[in-house]
């Protein structure tokens, strides 16, 4: 009998300088609109989400009509610049205590959040710098929050791999791999932390980075 997992994979984020700009190329790849995202308040950031059946897209970028804050952002988004990218992915589970000594070094302290009617644990580290520049994934517990994709619109679209390239391969590779039990996450050895989330739509592949 295959042991439940303890983690599995959520979604990923795309940071941004410009949220409506970023969402208006996408929808033209992936030729499907996004829904609505919202703001997180308590660090200056708004959102858009698609839907990729049971994960989502994650686009996220510092709101210009938010109210300066004392704290870092989350994703790293006080130091991000340049073009659009993936910046990191996040996995759920329903204990993170339980797995923080475990897992990867400092992954960041649990925060509960909230947007609209959602309410979730996440992690967030100090100084908002992602865990081993984001190849390694957050940590979110939905609690008995409804999960976003059941919310959001059914386009037919799935994530058929999402790649992690970092030179942290091999070891994060093994010890993920002890717990997610998905064969789309794969690790591969590069000198630059980069992703690729390989998306089938109905008119296509499409490739996101």
Known sequence: MKTKPEINFDHFAIATVDLDDTVTNLEKKLKYPFSNGGEHKIFGTHNRLFRLDEV???VIAINPLATPLQQPRWFELDNFSGEPRIVTWIANTTNILSLLPNIWAK???????SRDNLEWDFTVPDKGKMPLEGAAPALINW????HPTLSLS???CRVDRFVVNTPFAEDLGSIINKILFDERIQFKFSQQISFEAHIATPSGKVILK
Do not use: F, V
């Open 143 to 146: 609690g008995s929050t409804r």
């Open 56 to 58: 989502y897209l994650e």
């Open 107 to 113: 992954p960041g302290e649990i925060q509960r959040l």
């Open 154 to 156: 059914d386009n037919g």
